[in-house]
């Protein structure tokens, strides 16, 4: 089982039900290392803009810039100061019913799973009363020393803990839109017409006919250009990328070197910036 990210309880009321929170989403991003011509990976180093010289991390001061060039300066010490201690409990205040909450609020989802069997028999319950009335709990909880505001909701007999936005993170539409031209109120005839169109598109919904068509696109490019070496090694460190997440090629045999890059001049469905070596 993976290892749990926080480990701590849901309380309210006079009820404490103790929790451990593993991540929901796996990041499905293909990664690149950037190189140089002779394979050798690019370093980034932290320089003054001055000078040009690297300058030492304990060196590094926290600056706010009030005006062009101008800032308000701080130790690390001074703003760790103001960081929240990370606590062991989902304070929940408030239940409020799933529908109220618009999705925008939504960041990223944990699942909580009981952290021992005792926690087993109130975890279910909670989860079971929650389906019932289609309620979510609203609570705060320090991971990482950032305070976040949570909802716990239930799905399919489990809880998950989604960590929400703040009201003043959210932009209101009219800060960014103008009206919309030609916003007149549409006709009864254009509604019906409409809605005809989305009942001829409407479907149960399924995530799993959804791709990340980008992704699935680099995984091929970086299958053509392994098989390319027929390499034993290459193949093996492909994997299945069918049934299991990719194990992406860190550092490629410096000896495929050249055919890589005779085989990116001559073929412009794979010539990019960014080559595996």
Known sequence: MPRAI???????????????????VAD??????QLDPDGARIRYRKVSE?????????????????????YVTFAKGELNELRPTMTRTIEVEDFVDLDEIDPVYFNRT????????????????LAAAMAEQNKVGIGTVVMRNKEYLTAIRPIDGHLAMSTMRFAEELVAADDVMDPVAGADEPSAKEIAMATQI?????TEWDPSQYR??????????????LKYTG????????????NEAPKFVKVFPVEYKKV????IKEDEEVKREVVLY
């Open 6 to 24: 926080w480990n701590g309880s849901i309380s309210f009321g006079l009820v404490s039900i103790g929790v451990r929170a593993h991540s929901a």
């Open 28 to 33: 499905n991003d293909v990664k690149f290392h």
């Open 50 to 70: 001055v000078t040009g010289e690297e300058v030492d991390k304990d060196d590094i001061q926290m600056g706010f810039e009030t005006s062009k060039g101008e």
């Open 110 to 125: 944990y699942w909580l799973a009981p952290s021992s069997e005792a926690a087993g028999r109130p975890y279910r319950l």
């Open 198 to 202: 989305i009942d001829s598109l409407t």
């Open 212 to 225: 990340d068509t980008y992704a699935d696109e680099l995984r091929k490019m970086i299958e053509k250009h």
């Open 231 to 242: 390499s034993p090694k290459a193949k093996m460190i492909l994997g299945d990328w069918d």
């Open 260 to 263: 890589l890059g005779k085989m």
